[in-house]
Structures are given as C-alpha cells and as structure tokens.
C-alpha cells in the first residue's frame, strides 16, 4: 500500500527529472540556502557563523587521513 508520502516523492522525482540540468543545478542551490537560512533563523545567528558551524559538525566525525600527514607533516 503506497502512502501519500511516497505519491508525493515519486511526483517530485519526475518534476525533477523534467528539469533541464542547469535549473535542477539552481534549484538544489537554493534550496540549501533556505535551509542554511532556516538553520541559522532557529539558531539565532548570522549566515557566516551558521555556514562555520555546519562544517565544524561536519568534520567532527572524521578521522585524520594518514596520508595527509604524511604529505604535510
């Protein structure tokens, strides 16, 4: 049985299958731009410390590459 969440993924799917490159390319920039936006309006901060902050959380998982060490010392 399909839910209406699924109709609704499938529909958005081919609506951006439609989409030439160049417009899929515009549409998924803005679309991370409302949600930095949305991220730093719940956070209450400006865009530049929202953006330091997400790649701060980002890299916080990761391990060190022992091949960049290596490379820079």
């Avoid at 530049?48 to 916080?60: C, I, K, P, S, Y």
Wanted: glycine share 6%; with cysteine; proline share 1%.
């Amino acid at each position: 049985m399909r839910s209406v969440a699924d109709e609704l993924r499938v529909r958005d799917q081919e609506t951006f299958r439609r989409l030439s490159f160049e417009d899929r390319l515009k549409l998924v920039f803005e679309l991370g731009e409302a949600d930095l936006a949305l991220f730093c309006q719940a956070q209450g901060i400006d865009r530049e410390t929202g953006v330091r902050l997400l790649q701060r959380r980002r890299q916080a998982g990761r391990r060190p590459s022992q091949c960049i060490s290596d490379v820079i010392g």
